[in-house]
């Protein structure tokens, strides 16, 4: 494959300003007729001879410039995905006629059709499935896009920017023409045609400007819209408010489709949406995926500043966007939700999604240097690491100076396509702080290890601090980063001590150094609330006592801390567990006393007491321990649940009872209470699953939930509880498959419920799943709600010791390599824990994917050679 590296970027050779697009929708093909006006760019002294413009799929149907027609090989020649134009002028305008086919775009990428309706997918490079085209993220054009289709069955025509012009054709047809003032990269291009309901609704802008809101979607799912709607107002408000940026066009259009390769697309002024990320209805829809919806939705939106007004130079620079878009729409969410928890939720999320790729055979730095196939980037690692990093400039600048900053950034380049580093000198400009050594975040890879050793001595209290990036695939020797760590000292009471004159309980140091060392004058040995807030994106190492991660949990003030201090009880425990041989029985003594306390405050704050009480992942403790037998994490994970479950049995019965709502609400605080009693349900089918507990009345307890249901969350946790233990569900299963059979979103989540059941036996059970009627290869969500919840979500089905899991895996990517690559590819990210398995395992594994590496796509075999190590 070839390989497209950071350091070869040449600005364009010739500029697009002006396109104009005429799509014909037919029966079976579509014609694609563009016109574009090209400029030498002057940025370009070495004058190219060639025009090279990108085009895959592309039938070419006829190429006149200045209105002269073009013959093949004489005036220009196709060479593989592009097409070459010799000694073409420094001005002059390029009509070409393309024939595609959407019907047959199984892919997801360019112009496709998806339930009836057509749609495009056009980041990274799917404009160039579209037209022949610079497809190229710094070619900014201003485009005007006519589409023409059958009335009755595309009542609706839509593209980017505003609506201009529309009419009657002959033979019952019709079309809209679409003007987009804004200049733009191709990838954020879009046109939708079909028959869809619309739910609208007007926002005024902060200057007063009134903007028309239309979301969009299939007619029955009419209903499911509302949620959207209201999330999308709060964001454009609370952009104004914190960002101080405003709307731009007269009009702003969502979209939903069914078939979708992410959650959803920025396209200016006209987003599409993954169903999974815009409908929300409680009935159908879980807490969860409420929350979902309403921070996608924002993140989309937020796009259309950083994103779209300025943009990424190259698809290197692509944390640019995305890791400054995570930012805001975590930020976003803090505001609108509980702040403490949503930092729990996110650092939760880095820490055992993205840290495992920062350590293992996919990392990569939030700017690569190199890339095959960018699909493959967008990663966690770009997208939540790189918004910490934001967060950590927005920590060293402060609030105040952090805004002064990002206005200078949307102001100084508005209109314009650049750098990390150019994002990164105006936070420089504004603060005056030197910001050198801290871009290395943005070049090495790999997740620092920070080693905190202390002695306290005469009424001093001394601290020294290790900060070391283990080796990563290609780069083996890292530089020292600066890196901000926030800190708490707390008394015998768990009190915040004095940590200067002035009496400050909290303080930041900033790390720039290998080692170093810092002292505190304290009249007791402190316990060291250490990362306070999750300050930067590291792995801590710190001996605590049991008895400190105790006072962190009860007294701390900072919600990452005692989140953290309760993982860490969790973890060592079950370390005791797997490792030593204890039961789980032999840690209880030690936890219910902790977990107690946690339970007696929990109604200050039900959400987080649900993150506190809750066991981390077998996925989690897996990558913990090494060589990774998924087995034994199963049984140390599942027994330690159960005897929490009997231990505490009186605690969950009264919370579970006490939690109960009259009535269905859909606000915060009756997210967070349904969260801790699906929790304390939970624990209790874990225990009765087990044995322990009277299966009998935990099922009957359990089982009203779903057949009295006030909601989905009530309803597929009341599933999930019997299913996943074992319990009696008489028959429910088959009872919600008949009752949502029309709701593909609850479909997904049938699905997944199955497919997530621990225990090798699921691997059987997964393979009837695949051959179910309503599994289809070519739905995204489908496929990600069997094949990845086993491989991602269920690792002691996966990793079944008989090797039927990797069959089914392997089989399962060649399928849908031929499909669609991108989905096959991001699946199988899924094998990165190949050369953590112990041996029995990594030899299967190693050998289920050698087996279908040739013949790979691009796009796959990039990634199974970086599992593989080739
Ligand atoms: N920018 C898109 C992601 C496109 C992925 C293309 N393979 C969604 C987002 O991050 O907002
Ligand atoms: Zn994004």
């Not at 031929?818 to 030899?843: M, T, V």
Request: charged share 25%; glycine share 6%; aromatic share 8%.
């Amino acid at each position: 494959n070839p390989v497209t590296r950071l350091a070869d970027y040449q600005p364009p050779a010739w500029l697009v300003p002006d396109t104009t697009l005429d799509v014909d929708l037919r029966d079976g093909h579509t014609l694609v007729t563009a016109r574009l006006t090209l400029r030498r760019n002057p940025e370009r002294a070495d004058k190219p001879e060639d025009l090279v413009l990108d085009g895959e799929h592309l039938e070419l149907r006829s190429l006149t410039l200045d209105g002269r027609e073009l013959n093949p090989g004489d005036d220009y020649r196709l060479d593989g995905p592009r097409l070459v134009i010799p000694g073409a002028p420094d001005h002059f305008t390029l009509t070409s006629v393309v024939r595609i086919e959407p019907e047959n775009n199984t892919a997801l990428e360019g112009l496709y059709r998806s339930n009836g309706m057509y749609c495009t997918q056009c980041e990274a490079e799917g404009f160039r499935r579209i037209t022949f085209f610079p497809d190229r993220p710094d070619v900014l054009s201003r485009f005007t896009t006519t589409i023409h289709a059958d009335k009755s069955a595309y009542p609706l025509l839509l593209s980017n920017g505003n609506p201009v012009d529309a009419g009657e054709e002959q033979g019952g047809r019709h079309y809209a023409t679409w003007e987009d003032p804004f200049p733009k990269p191709c990838y954020l291009f879009a046109l939708v045609a079909g028959d869809l309901a619309c739910l609208s609704d007007t926002f005024i802008t902060a200057s007063g400007r009134e903007v028309a809101l239309r979301l969009y979607a299939e007619h029955r799912d009419l209903d499911k819209l509302d949620h959207a709607m209201d999330s999308l107002k709060r964001a454009m408000a609370w952009d104004e408010r914190v960002f101080g940026r405003e709307y731009d066009l007269d009009i702003f259009q969502i979209v939903a489709v069914s078939h979708f390769n992410m959650g959803a697309m920025e396209n200016k002024g006209l987003n599409i949406f993954n169903t999974s990320c815009v409908l929300a209805h409680p009935d159908t829809t879980t807490d969860a995926a409420f929350e979902r919806v309403e921070s996608v939705v924002a993140h989309e939106y937020f796009h259309n500043w950083s994103g779209n007004r300025v943009t990424c130079r190259d698809w290197f620079q692509l944390s640019l966007k995305e890791g400054f878009t995570v930012f805001r729409d975590q930020e976003f969410s803090s505001d609108m939700n509980s702040r403490a928890v949503v930092r729990v939720e996110n650092v939760d999320f880095l820490v055992n999604h993205q840290f495992p790729e920062d350590q293992g055979p996919m990392a990569h730095p939030v700017r690569p240097a190199a890339y095959q196939k960018i699909d493959n980037f967008y990663t966690l690692t770009v997208y939540e690491k790189g918004a910490e990093i934001v967060r950590m400039q927005h920590e060293l600048l402060g609030a105040d100076d952090f805004r002064r900053a990002t206005d200078l950034y949307f102001e100084r380049f508005d209109g314009q396509a650049v750098t990390c580093d150019d994002f990164v000198a105006c936070m420089e400009e504004v603060s005056g702080l030197d910001l050198a050594q801290f871009k290395r975040w943005y070049s090495q890879a790999g997740t620092p290890v920070l080693t905190v050793t202390d002695d306290y001595r005469d009424g001093e209290y001394r601290l020294t601090i290790e900060q070391h990036t283990p080796a990563t695939p290609g780069e083996p020797d890292k530089q020292p980063l600066m890196i901000p760590v926030k800190l708490a000292l707390l008394d015998g009471q768990g009190r915040p001590l004095p940590l200067d004159d002035q009496g400050r309980a909290e303080t930041v140091v900033i790390l720039r150094e290998t080692r170093e060392a810092l002292s505190f004058q304290l009249p007791e040995r402190p316990t060291p609330s250490l990362l306070r807030g999750f300050s930067a994106p590291v792995s801590l190492r710190y001996d605590f006592s049991e008895e400190q991660l105790v006072t962190l949990l009860a007294h701390d003030t900072d919600g990452f801390c005692r989140w953290d201090a309760a993982q860490r009880l969790y973890f060592a425990a079950l370390a005791r567990i797997i490792d030593d041989g204890e039961s789980a029985a032999d840690q209880l003594p030690r936890l219910t006393p902790v977990l107690e306390r946690v339970i007696a405050r929990a109604d200050e704050d039900p959400a987080q007491a649900a993150l506190l009480l809750g066991l981390p992942t077998e996925n989690a403790v897996g990558d913990r321990h090494t060589p990774l037998r998924p087995q034994s994490v199963h049984q140390a994970v599942s027994g330690l649940r159960a005897a929490i479950g009997e231990a505490l049995a009186e605690h969950w019965w009264r919370l579970a009872k006490d939690l109960e709502a009259d009535a269905y609400q859909g606000d915060g605080a009756a997210m967070g209470r349904r969260r801790l009693r699906r929790l304390a349900i939970a624990y209790l089918a874990a225990a009765a699953g087990q044995g322990a507990l009277d299966a009998d009345q935990v099922a009957d307890y359990v089982a009203r939930d779903f057949d009295q249901p006030d909601c989905m969350t009530n309803a597929l946790g009341a599933l999930r509880d019997l299913v996943h233990n074992g319990l009696a569900q008489n028959g429910r299963l088959e009872a919600f498959a008949e009752r949502w059979a029309d709701e593909p979103l609850v479909m997904d989540q049938w699905f997944a419920v199955q497919a997530s059941v621990p225990g090798p036996d699921t691997v059987a059970r997964a393979e009837g799943l695949l051959a179910h009627p309503a599994f289809e290869w070519t739905l995204p969500n489908r496929v990600r709600a069997v094949v990845g919840t086993l491989v991602n979500g269920n690792p002691s089905a996966f990793h079944a010791p008989d090797g039927s899991g990797y069959a089914l895996f392997a089989r399962a990517l060649k399928k849908l390599d031929g499909i669609n690559p991108q989905i096959a590819a991001r699946l199988a990210s899924g094998g990165a824990r190949l050369k953590r398995l112990e041996p029995a395992l990594a030899d299967q594994l190693g050998a289920a994917l050698r087996d279908i590496r040739p013949g790979a796509s691009a796009n796959l075999a990039e990634v199974l050679d970086r599992i593989l190590g080739a």
